[in-house]
Every structure is written in structure tokens, then in C-alpha cells.
């Protein structure tokens, strides 16, 4: 997962959530928190049981992530934001618990004054995690235009300069889609399952190399002995399940977007 996609995630996630940007340069983000975001992600239970008994005015805290420490130029002070961070699968957790589809509209103005056409989109969020002994993730946000079918590769980062609302806008139409979500949602599987297979699988080889150098290493010590103990099994079914390739397909968050 790139920086520049983790940073388009962390500020949708934020816009989504009705937390204000007040800061922003490509590489980090001061974010606004609302009292609910707060109470979920800044680990201040304390503070918040002390102002709700007194009746004290909430003072949510600003947050400050760097998605790009090695391009960032200014001396700034934040937490630093990568894949596999525990603010980043904190804000994945939140993700999933408030649930992950959303359905956010436009707002768009016409310059003619007519009504705005806003066309539906469906967009999908996928982590792929190649798992053995090491561990590669990556991170893929397809969209698909449900009137034509057209796909488009980095959605997430297309709506980043878009104004999204969860209600209808005045002066707008949204078109009715032709295409069913689910039926795209199946479209958009394959194409996740078409990357996975056409991609550069050389990792599962290198770990069954180093799976039989193990196993080699466990005879070695074990070896002359005819009554192996139950430890012996043990140790190398542990190896074998230690390097066992597995691919794991995890939808993050999805959405309907009625976008002009």
C-alpha cells in the first residue's frame, strides 16, 4: 500500500466521519476530531468520564498524521501513518464496526442553473494480504460505473477532491443504475481474482525453499534416532503450517457514489 494511497484512505475516512481537515499538505493531514471519533480512537477515558460528570465543554483533540515521512520537508510533530501501523488498522477496524458501505452523493453547481446528472458508481476497497512466513499486503480501490460498466482503478483516490454528502443535493437528478450492485460486486471480484492470478507468484517458491532448509535442519538434529519423541512431530507440523502460502481477500469498505 503507497503512501499516497494510505493518505487518500486516512482522509476520506476522517471526511466521511465528519471530521473537519484543517491542515493538509500531500504528505500529512491535521484532522478535527468530533467527541464521538474521540471517544473511539484517542484512548481517553478519563477525560471524557471527567467532563461528562462535571458537565465540562468537550474539548475533542486535533490529530495529526504523516502518510509520507521521507517526503515530508517541514520539522513537524505527528504520528506517522504506514501499512500496518496501529493507526491505520485502527481506523480499518472502525471502518468495519460502524459499518463499511456508504452511499454519498455530489454536490455539484451548475453553471446554467439546470439540474446536475449524477451518475451511480459503485466502489470497493480490497486488501490482499500474501501470507507464509513473510507477509506482503497490498491495497486495491476499484470503482465501477453502474450505467455503462466501465471500471476505474484508484476510485479512492479520485474522490478526493470531490464534495461528498450523504443527502440527495438540491438541484440534482441521480440517474437510476442499469447495472446491479451485487452483479458488479461480482465483477469486481473477478477482476481482484484475474490481479491475483496474473501477478508474480515467485514468493511461494522462495518459501517452500525455506521451508525445506528448516525441515533439513530438524532431521539433522533428530537424526539417528529411530523412536522420535512427540516433540518432533510437533516442531515439524509447526513448520509446515509456518510456511504454507495462503492469499486472503479482504473487502475494507465499499460505497454507492453518485458522482457528477
Known amino acids: 500500500m503507497y503512501p499516497q494511497q494510505i493518505h487518500q484512505y486516512v482522509r476520506q475516512f476522517f471526511k466521511e466521519n465528519n471530521c473537519p481537515i484543517v491542515q493538509e499538505s500531500e504528505h500529512h493531514l491535521r484532522v478535527q476530531l468530533t467527541v464521538e471519533m474521540d471517544k473511539r480512537i484517542m484512548n481517553r477515558p478519563f477525560y471524557w468520564s471527567y467532563v461528562e460528570s462535571t458537565g465540562g465543554q468537550p474539548n475533542p483533540a486535533q490529530l495529526t498524521l504523516i502518510t509520507d515521512k521521507n517526503r515530508l520537508t517541514e520539522n513537524l510533530a505527528g504520528e506517522v ?7 491505520l488498522n485502527q481506523l480499518f477496524q472502525v471502518t468495519r464496526e460502524r459499518g463499511s458501505f456508504v452511499q454519498m452523493y455530489e454536490r455539484a453547481v451548475s453553471d446554467s442553473g ?7 458508481w459503485l466502489a470497493v476497497n480490497y486488501k490482499i494480504t500474501y501470507s507464509s512466513d513473510r507477509t506482503k499486503e497490498m491495497l486495491y480501490s476499484l470503482g465501477m460505473n453502474l450505467m455503462t460498466g466501465a471500471i476505474l482503478s484508484g476510485f479512492q483516490e479520485s474522490l478526493s477532491e470531490r464534495n461528498l454528502e450523504p443527502a440527495i443535493p438540491a438541484n440534482t437528478f441521480h440517474l437510476p443504475y442499469i447495472i446491479k450492485p451485487m ?25 517452500r525453499a525455506r521451508r525445506k532448509k528448516d525441515l533439513r535442519v530438524l532431521e539433522y538434529f533428530y537424526e539417528g534416532i529411530e523412536d522420535r519423541p512427540e516433540c518432533y512431530e510437533m516442531e515439524k507440523q509447526a513448520i509446515e503450517e509456518q510456511y504454507e502460502a495462503k492469499i486472503y481477500v479482504e473487502i475494507i ?3 454507492l457514489f453518485y458522482l457528477k
Not at 114 to 120: A, M, N, R
Open 81 to 87: 501513518v504506514h501499512y500496518g501501523s496501529h493507526r
Open 114 to 120: 439546470k439540474q446536475v446528472i449524477l451518475t451511480p
Open 183 to 207: 452483479r458488479a460486486l461480482d465483477r469486481l471480484d473477478e477482476l481482484i481474482d484475474q490481479l491475483i492470478q496474473e501477478d508474480d507468484h515467485k514468493w511461494t517458491e522462495e518459501a
Open 253 to 255: 469498505s465499499g460505497g
